[in-house]
Nanobody, 122 residues
Framework: QVQLVESGGGLVQPGGSLRLSCAASGSIFSINAMGWYRQAPGKERELVAAITSGGSTNYADSVKGRFIISRDNAKNTVYLQMNSLKPEDTAVYFC????????????????WGQGTQVTVSS
């Protein structure tokens, strides 16, 4: 019913930048919070950044000052601008969104994208 599709991952050198995008589509009434998580090999998935419907943001300490999360409500899209990338940023990045389905009376569910690989290496 609702799908999240990420794009923008790839291979980048340390110090470089990438911009991730996540577009939600389907029967959407409204989108509450949206966020980006990442999971490195052998580690648990962790929250990288989140943004509320009102535009308030939160970041993991490890990315503060380097990453910027933003959203375009008209496009149902959230972005993650990743600057000054480090090898330790290497992970699969997942988009997450809390979405009210169909109508005002519909449920609010969490949806996940399939993930996009970010590799930071010389």
């Amino acid at each position: 019913q609702v799908q999240l599709v990420e794009s923008g991952g790839g291979l980048v050198q340390p110090g470089g930048s990438l911009r991730l995008s996540c577009a939600a589509s389907g029967s959407i009434f409204s989108i509450n919070a949206m966020g980006w998580y990442r999971q490195a090999p052998g580690k648990e998935r962790e929250l990288v950044a989140a943004i509320t419907s009102g535009g308030s943001t939160n970041y993991a300490d490890s990315v503060k000052g380097r990453f910027i999360i933003s959203r375009d409500n008209a496009k149902n899209t959230v972005y993650l601008q990743m600057n000054s990338l480090k090898p330790e940023d290497t992970a699969v990045y997942f988009c997450n969104a809390a979405i009210k389905v169909s109508t005002l009376w519909g449920p609010t569910n969490d949806y996940w994208g399939q993930g996009t690989q970010v590799t930071v290496s010389s």
